[in-house]
């Protein structure tokens, strides 16, 4: 699978022309059926790469070498797809390539694309060649390896049965709740529920939590989600119950169960589809793989062994952005 922070850096390479590699060519790393990976671009790439990994600066050459050879087999493997969707005559349209970069574009605040664009060192062009690459890449396997991904119902339900302990819920309740600063507040409070009030008005009016704007309203919860002094309380009470005034670090609580659930296992048909969607992801990811190495058994792969040592992940300077 390609990782999601390599999109933009490989938008380097997208729009290069397929060029004869010479022989021990010291500006190439490896050729991919005769397509041509430069050196400039995967120094490039493995810089970006690495920062990307680390969240720091240019890493120094032992740092950057584990990274090496994940991106040569990364920029392989996308080389060899290309070049069956080219062959499986995969088409995409200009109407597909910019509803996927107006999606792309919506992720970012407002005004803050180009500006992202242009820390990644990416331009429009680029990244529109390479949004119509990712894109002929999706619908190849789309067509050639998930198609024929499915999952059987054995595979559910040895699954469900396999991984029993996810499917265990703990015991949960629902429950209000009304904050305010002073104990002597709270009492006066609790009075008022004593003589009738509704708590969720009260909690409204008075309380001092954000959940004050829909009536106290805590939701379903188990034990260990809220601070243990909530736990403490509510799960000794009854549906219907309230507690008395509680005191903790936020201030002089008073608590009100609406319902209580007990622990138990859930049904197959509860978590089928999820259970089906993780299934297929895994599923699909092996077809892919093997879908892949089907490919590279079969093309000519040649690493420029000598060239690969010297990379450093430091482009020269001087070095251009944009692909030929």
Known sequence: MFRPFLLLALVALSGCPKQPAEREDPNVVATVNGEVITRGDFERLLSREAQAMEGLGPRSP?????????LLDTLVERALLLQA????????????????????SSEYPAGTFDEALEQSQTTRAA???STREQLALEKLLSQEVFSRVAVTEEQLRRFFEEHAA???EPEQVHALQLVVRGLDDARRIQQQLWQ?????????????SPDAKVGGDLGYFARGQMPAAFDEVVF??????????????????????????PARKQELTEVRAAIEAKLVGQLRAEAQKAYVQALR????????????QQVTGRPTVGQSHEPP
């Open 85 to 104: 969707a080219s062959a499986a005559g995969v088409t995409v349209t200009p109407e597909e390539v910019d509803r996927r970069v107006l999606a792309l």
């Open 62 to 70: 032992e740092q950057i070498e584990p990274y090496k050879q994940t």
């Open 196 to 208: 009738g009030k509704k708590f969720g008005d009260l909690a409204r009016r008075y309380s001092l």
């Open 166 to 168: 996810e499917f265990e």
């Open 297 to 308: 058994a079969k093309a000519q792969v040649k690493v420029n062994q000598s060239v690969l």
């Open 236 to 261: 000794k009470l009854s549906p219907g119950g309230t507690s008395d005034v509680v005191s903790t670090e936020y201030g002089f609580h008073l608590f009100r169960v609406v319902d209580k659930k």
């Open 127 to 129: 990244l529109t060649r």
